[in-house]
T-cell receptor
Framework: GENVEQHPSTLSVQEGDSAVIKCTYS??????FPWYKQELGKRPQLIID?????GEKKDQRIAVTLNKTAKHFSLHITETQPEDSAVYFC??????????FGQGTELSVKP | GAVVSQHPSRVICKSGTSVKIECRSL??????MFWYRQFPKQSLMLMAT?????????EQGVEKDKFLINHASLTLSTLTVTSAHPEDSSFYIC?????????????FGQGTRLTVV
């Protein structure tokens, strides 16, 4: 079945620096790749997503890039702020239409 | 965006008792809902797929007799943790997919923090 590998598991950056989180998927048929932000004890919130027909998508300080050939996609956060501190999950849908998550990355932005 | 509401947000129960968690889609109909479990500092692990009007399908390793799922209407799915034990203590969260702006986005309930004592 579909498998999603996410790295790193933890990431600490200084405020204002950039943060990059990478995910690799196994099913070449996957065509939709969301990224979620989860604060402690709360529900995951979609922050950006990308479809397989584009290579990059940007929304203000957040961008996602997709390399279909290599089967990996990355989340880029620029000008990080303390409020960006959270756990980030990548995801993709398997052939059964089920959303599968990566292992998560705990991002800490130090002021 | 679409709203998924989950209740209760927190519950403490004694070992051996059962706990029911409700998941509602408030402004759309969801023929399919998904139940996840999340242990501290871990990812969300899919437990089962809840199908309106038919049996739920469970992921490998999830006991269907322990985690009873009922999807009796297009807006409500329930998860019952039967004969709960301390190792069932976890964060349970449901989701439903809803078409949004040309794609199908997954919306999540608030989650339920279950503590079994």
């Amino acid at each position: 079945g579909e498998n999603v590998e996410q790295h790193p598991s933890t990431l600490s950056v200084q405020e204002g620096d950039s943060a990059v989180i990478k995910c690799t998927y196994s099913d070449s048929a996957s065509n939709y790749f969301p990224w979620y932000k989860q604060e402690l004890g709360k529900r995951p919130q979609l922050i950006i997503d990308i479809r397989s027909n584009v290579g990059e998508k940007k929304d203000q300080r957040i961008a996602v890039t997709l390399n279909k050939t290599a089967k990996h996609f990355s989340l880029h956060i620029t000008e990080t702020q303390p409020e960006d501190s959270a756990v980030y999950f990548c995801g993709t849908y398997n052939q059964g239409g089920k959303l599968i998550f990566g292992q998560g990355t705990e991002l800490s932005v130090k002021p | 965006g679409a709203v998924v509401s989950q209740h209760p947000s927190r519950v403490i129960c004694k070992s051996g008792t059962s706990v029911k968690i409700e998941c509602r889609s408030l402004d759309f109909q969801a023929t399919t809902m998904f139940w996840y479990r999340q242990f501290p500092k871990q990812s969300l692990m899919l437990m089962a797929t809840s199908n309106e009007g038919s049996k739920a399908t469970y992921e490998q390793g999830v006991e269907k007799d322990k985690f009873l799922i009922n999807h009796a209407s297009l807006t409500l799915s329930t998860l019952t943790v039967t004969s709960a034990h301390p190792e069932d203590s976890s964060f349970y969260i449901c989701s439903a997919r809803h078409p949004t702006g040309g794609t199908t986005e997954a919306f999540f309930g608030q989650g339920t923090r279950l503590t079994v004592v």
